[in-house]
């Protein structure tokens, strides 16, 4: 089984900010955050990771808490392009056990 | 220039038969992965190969073998096919050489073969 929770589905409004909860209260100190996204038809792409502090790269920001227990995937300007599931995975290096579970579909509402 | 292909994109087949997925990556990339992508979404690995020897191997029915003739290709063949076997097969591919390490950064996914058994 997957060891996070998303919601199921998100709406965001484009240009806005899309905020992508995840939960994955049992993480262990090793185990970095994974984002994936997966547009219809198509194989997941990556988008960031993170281990303990907040990253940000060209296509997104990562937020985790302190706890780590929690992040948050946030897309600053979000675009009708943007309308995809979005994978949040935790996972050491070294496990062999690499599950995506059902993600958030997220729809970017004109 | 795509990075990760796989053909056939679709397969439809009957159960009891033997097919193949063939894949190939023109990224230089030394490791290489099957996903599966079940009805209900989820995504598992299958196996992972770095430099044409076998790495990881989940809980995969034996019918189910990989081969590499090379460091660009993993070709996924599936003997006696069964109806469980429906599902969206992914390859991907990267860079990393570490043996047993899952380089979640840098994993490049072809577009997937949707296999249908009949």
């Known amino acids: ?110 | 220039d795509t990075a990760v292909s796989q053909t056939p994109k679709y397969l439809v087949t009957q159960m009891g038969n033997d097919k193949s997925i063939k894949c190939e990556q023109n990224l230089g990339h030394d490791t290489m992965y099957w996903y599966k992508q079940d009805s209900k979404k989820f995504l598992k690995i299958m196996f992972s190969y770095n430099n044409k020897e076998l790495i990881i191997n989940e809980t995969v029915p034996n019918r189910f073998s990989p081969k590499s003739p090379d460091k660009a290709h993993l070709n996924l063949h599936i003997n006696s096919l069964e109806l469980g076997d429906s599902a969206v097969y992914f390859c991907a591919s990267s860079q990393g050489r570490g043996r047993g390490v899952w380089y979640g950064h840098e994993q490049y996914f072809g577009p997937g073969t949707r296999l249908t058994v009949t």
Not at chain 1, 51 to 63: H, R, W
Not at chain 1, 68 to 74: C, D, E, V
Request: contains cysteine; hydrophobic residues 30%; neutral net charge.
């Open chain 1, 1 to 110: 089984d997957a060891k996070t929770t998303q919601p199921p589905s998100m709406d965001c409004a484009e240009g806005r900010a899309a905020n992508l909860p995840c939960n994955h209260s049992t993480i262990s100190g090793n185990e970095y955050v994974y984002w994936y996204r997966q547009i219809h038809s198509q194989g997941p792409q990556y988008i960031i990771h993170g281990l303990k502090n907040n990253e940000t790269n060209e296509m997104a920001s990562l937020i985790i808490t302190e706890d780590r227990k929690s992040s948050t995937l946030i897309l600053p300007h979000a675009t009708l392009r943007d309308t995809a599931v979005y994978y949040c995975i935790v996972r050491a290096n070294r496990d062999d056990k690499i599950i995506f579970g059902k993600g958030t579909r997220l729809h970017i509402l004109p």
